[in-house]
């Protein structure tokens, strides 16, 4: 079972930041949060990644609480283009390699004109 | 660069018969994971590869099987194929070592009659 918990939908509109959140109360030490995201009938596309520090790239920040057991991702000007299912997963990163990505259901994300 | 690359696009098989699906990875990434995405069941890890090892399984089936060859490039096997094993297979490749995310291809849709 997916070890995170997300809001099944969440709408945005078109210019505006798009805060997704995502609960992982159970994360361990050196477990990453990592972020998808799935536009329809396409594979998932990567977005971020981080494992306690706030990280930011092109495409969008991460802030992770200090406790760690939740994180909230920032789109910070959603399009249309952005409309997807956002996926927030843990993950090992052992050895390199993630080893496998648990995928829960997801939010989501309708960005609206 | 060229991304990942998965054959066929789409595919029909009857219940019974055996099916082969190819992946092409990333040039340099050596860690290919194997995915099924069902409208019922979401995103499931099937397996991954790293320098032609299998290093995780999820929990399916012997039905499913996979290799990886020297070139990294991967391919997955499905025998007896059920009506249940219609979905679409997506192939992720990841340079090892990064910490960075896997890249996803556009998947394999197969469709068993």
């Known amino acids: 079972d997916a070890k995170t918990t997300q809001p099944p939908s969440m709408d945005c509109a078109e210019g505006r930041a798009a805060n997704l959140p995502c609960n992982h109360s159970t994360i361990s030490g050196n477990e990453y949060v990592y972020w998808y995201r799935q536009i329809h009938s396409q594979g998932p596309q990567y977005i971020i990644h981080g494992l306690k520090n706030n990280e930011t790239n092109e495409m969008a920040s991460l802030i992770i609480t200090e406790d760690r057991k939740s994180s909230t991702l920032i789109l910070p000007h959603a399009t249309l283009r952005d409309t997807a299912v956002y996926y927030c997963i843990v993950s090992l990163a052992s050895g390199g390699s993630q080893g496998n990505l648990i995928f829960g259901k997801g939010t989501k994300l309708s960005v609206k004109p | ?113």
């Open chain 2, 1 to 113: 660069k060229a991304g990942v690359t998965q054959t066929p696009r789409y595919l029909i098989k009857t219940r019974g018969q055996q099916v082969t699906l190819s992946c092409s990875p990333i040039s340099g990434h050596r860690s290919v994971s194997w995915y099924q995405q069902t409208p019922g069941q979401g995103l499931q890890f099937l397996f991954e590869y790293f320098s032609e090892t299998q290093r995780n399984k999820g929990n399916f089936p012997g039905r499913f099987s996979g290799r990886q060859f020297s070139n990294s490039r991967s391919e997955m096997n499905v025998s007896t194929l059920e009506l249940g094993d219609s979905a679409l297979y997506l192939c992720a490749s990841s340079l090892v070592g990064t910490g960075t995310g896997y890249t996803f291809g556009s998947g394999t849709r197969l469709t068993v009659v």
